[in-house]
Nanobody, 115 residues
């Protein structure tokens, strides 16, 4: 059974930081491209960042320079370090794992940026 379990969300003030984690089980983690997506109320789900099994990264323009995605293949975990958070970063953040035709999603974790 495949599970992607996100953690680390919460309420933070503008300018603050959060670190999201996604622990994977039931997959050969090192094969997968891992990603973070987010969905704000009334909006479509959008890409935040991805990281390949070789560590190559890709970011949405809106988070470049503020967010960092990383992975620890020994721990089957992908991280998203979020700095300089803005109110527009408020959303449910989802972990994603893709390999060939296989595509899995976590249940999401809420991030709220507000004073």
């Amino acid at each position: 059974q495949v599970q992607l379990v996100e953690s680390g969300g919460g309420l933070v003030q503008p300018g603050g930081s959060l670190r999201l984690s996604c622990a994977a089980s039931g997959i050969t983690f090192s094969r997968y491209v891992m990603g973070w997506y987010r969905q704000a109320p009334g909006k479509q789900r959008e890409l935040v960042a991805t990281i390949t099994r070789d560590g190559n990264t890709n970011y949405a323009d809106s988070v470049k320079g503020r967010f960092t995605i990383s992975r620890d293949n020994a721990k089957n975990t992908v991280y998203l370090q979020m700095n300089s958070l803005k109110p527009e970063d408020t959303a449910v953040y989802y972990c994603n794992a893709v390999w060939l035709s296989l595509n899995y999603w976590g249940q999401g974790t809420q991030v709220t940026v507000s004073s």
